[in-house]
């Protein structure tokens, strides 16, 4: 599966952002454990996911994946 991200840092943390608007991302736990790898994966402290939101009066959901 291809996934179209945005890898950014700050205050020493990295983070792997994957927009779920715009694409369809359905990822196990083992294959977010895998991007967060930094020895095989893209690497990072911390996924970031966007989605289309789960309520009418809300832009977006917002979910957040520790390594």
């Given at each position: 599966m291809k996934l179209k991200f945005s890898k950014m840092h700050g205050l020493g943390n990295d983070f792997v952002v994957l927009d779920g608007i715009r694409q369809q991302v359905s990822l196990t736990p083992a294959q977010l454990r895998f991007?967060?790898?930094?020895?095989?994966?893209?690497?990072?402290?911390?996924?970031?996911?966007?989605?289309?939101?789960?309520?009418?009066?809300?832009?977006?959901?917002y979910r957040i994946f520790n390594a």
């Open positions: 991007l967060a790898d930094r020895n095989f994966g893209i690497g990072c402290d911390q996924i970031l996911l966007v989605e289309k939101p789960s309520q009418p009066d809300v832009d977006f959901r």
